[in-house]
């Protein structure tokens, strides 16, 4: 943490830009929105995306974030980064392309020297086509993001070096960018941050999530027994007729009494369960009970009794 404050692990994105997996303080905020901190290989994912935008809604309107990597023993290397945009260069109406430069001391990034950016003059064009990445020693990056529209107006702020923090990590559009936490939708149609592990409404994890419907019928019938029996962790369910009907409740080993006369469920209750069971079985078919989870038990009386797991609970 380089500033020395309290930060978490989540994910961030702008609408459909992202998810990315980051830290950062959520008390650090720019008009709302959060400062996130990327790791090498997500800013590679990260620079991707802006690429991808760019080339689908134009350069003028995205800003793009670009890793460029050496050695740290090469030689100085010129890179030469596009766009589609051009600009007027006189009276006349010519047009050049907006481009930029960016010369690479490698083996003095370790001292503290630092990239420059510059215009592309045929000088620069010359050394960029003489660049080629030598050196066999340790690996190095240089992360740069441009604001073309800036660039296009001739703003001399509009390309930045970023640098990483002494953690590796690079702030990309911090106090610049609308970044926002990322969100998880629970299987009970709720959404929690993507730091929030457990539901608030229902105690279910977020790696516990159902994967697959019939997965998910198994965790709705769980959670209506657990309104009754909060601690319960499975069930035993008979599909004799294809008729689901619950057998049994379980606390770990230790089965709660579901007797009508018991002083734990009610008729009610163990009715919705089971219905949501047999919908379930009935729409998706007996070949979707073993990857939901269902786990057959061989039994005198019924050929098709089984048990069901229930996610943990909140502990």
């Known amino acids: 943490m380089a500033l020395g404050r309290p930060e978490i692990e989540t994910r961030v994105c702008i609408d459909d830009f992202g998810p990315f997996d980051c830290v950062l303080d959520l008390a650090s905020r720019w008009n709302g929105f959060v400062s996130p901190n ?32 050496g050695r740290a023993d090469s030689r100085d290397t010129v890179h030469i980064i596009d766009s589609d945009m051009t600009r007027t260069v006189n009276e006349w109406g010519d047009k050049e392309p ?36 030598t050196g066999r020693g340790a690996a190095r990056s240089v992360v740069v993001k441009i604001s073309w529209m800036y660039l296009h107006e001739g703003s001399d702020t509009a390309v930045t070096v970023i640098e990483p923090r002494r953690d590796g990590r690079y702030s990309i559009g911090g106090w610049e960018w609308a970044w926002s936490t990322s969100v998880w939708w629970c299987a009970c149609e709720n959404y929690q941050d993507w730091h929030e592990l457990w539901c608030e409404h229902c105690d279910l ?40 009907r619950i057998i049994g409740v379980f606390v770990d ?14 008729t ?34 019924s050929h098709r009794l089984y ?3 229930f996610p943990a609970a909140r502990p």
């Open 205 to 244: 994890h977020r790696d516990s999530q159902p994967a697959n419907p019939m997965q998910a019928a198994t965790w709705k019938a769980g959670a209506i027994l657990r309104t009754l029996a909060p601690h319960a962790t499975s069930a035993t369910v008979d599909l004799y007729n294809d008729d689901a």
């Open 268 to 301: 009610e209750t163990l009715g919705a369960a089971d219905e949501v069971l047999r919908q379930a079985v009935d729409e998706f078919g007996p070949d979707a009970l073993a990857p939901a989870g269902w786990e057959h038990i061989p039994d005198a009386r």
């Open 38 to 69: 990327f790791t090498l290989d997500v800013t590679r994912d990260v620079s991707a995306q802006t690429l991808l935008m760019a080339d689908e809604c134009g350069y003028e309107s995205v800003d793009t974030v670009h890793v460029i990597d």
């Open 253 to 266: 080993d230790t089965e709660i009494n579901t007797a009508d006369d018991g002083d734990t469920f009610d």
């Open 98 to 133: 907006v481009k930029v430069a960016v010369r690479i001391p490698w083996r003095s990034l370790d001292r503290g020297a630092k990239p420059t950016i510059s215009e592309v003059t045929p000088a620069v064009r010359k050394a960029a086509r003489r660049s080629k990445a």
């Open 307 to 309: 048990r069901i797991t």
